[in-house]
């Protein structure tokens, strides 16, 4: 029922730019924080940048100044435009949504993950 697809991952080359895409169904998008996390192997998954339902953003110190998230609440989209982009930049992109439950809990979901890789 509830789906987030990523795209617009591929290989780029260093100091390159690259946008990121993914569209949610099955969920009220406006009530949901939207975020993006990478991972790379033998890592933790780690936040990338979140947007939250006000539209508040944060970074991770690694890509500020380099990446921007942003949300189109009428197409159910969140978007990562990527720039300046360096190797270790390189990694599996994962689309994530969430939101406050009645009971207080924290539901999240997931997307499949979009491979970016930036050649030196």
């Known amino acids: 029922q509830v789906q987030l697809v990523e795209s617009g991952g591929g290989l780029v080359q260093a100091g390159g730019s690259v946008r990121l895409s993914c569209v949610a169904s099955?969920?009220?998008?406006?009530?949901?924080?939207m975020g993006w996390y990478r991972q790379t192997p033998g890592n933790q998954r780690e936040l990338v940048a979140d947007?939250?339902?006000?539209?508040?953003?944060n970074y991770a110190d690694s890509v500020k100044g380099r990446f921007t998230i942003s949300r189109d609440n009428a197409k159910n989209t969140v978007y990562l435009q990527m720039n300046s982009l360096k190797p270790e930049d390189t990694a599996v992109y994962y689309c994530?949504?969430?939101?406050?439950?009645?009971?207080?809990?924290?539901?999240?979901?997931w997307g499949q993950g979009t491979q970016v890789t930036v050649s030196s």
């Open positions: 994530n949504a969430n939101r406050r439950q009645f009971d207080g809990s924290r539901l999240d979901y």
């Open positions: 099955g969920i009220m998008f406006r009530r949901n924080n």
């Open positions: 947007i939250y339902v006000s539209g508040t953003t």
